[in-house]
């Protein structure tokens, strides 16, 4: 992982951590590993910057292609009251 992702890798945890529950689940991507930098390629998340992350909504038909709703990515490094408020109000 890059500097600035192992930076924000505690802050990630904490927020998987604290919101993780039957409606949301946390998941990384590692782009040092092939599956991962084409999952990152395939969602434009290199264009965007990284760190980043994105919220996925299934609609609970497993043919439907999920979108990503932008949470947060690139620098500064956000605190984990601005990535939880962020993620609360796209959920609604």
């Known amino acids: 992982m890059c500097g600035t992702c192992q930076e924000f890798a505690p802050t990630y945890k904490a927020l998987a951590t604290e919101l993780a529950g039957p409606n949301l689940k946390f998941g990384a991507v590692n782009i040092d590993e092939t599956a991962g930098m084409n999952l990152a390629q395939q969602e434009k998340i290199l264009d965007e910057g990284i760190p980043n992350i994105k919220l996925y909504g299934g609609s609970g038909d497993p043919r439907a292609q999920p979108q ?18 962020r993620v609360q109000e796209i959920m609604g």
């Open 68 to 85: 990503g709703v932008f949470v947060y990515t690139d620098e500064p490094l956000p605190e984990i009251k601005l990535l939880r408020e």
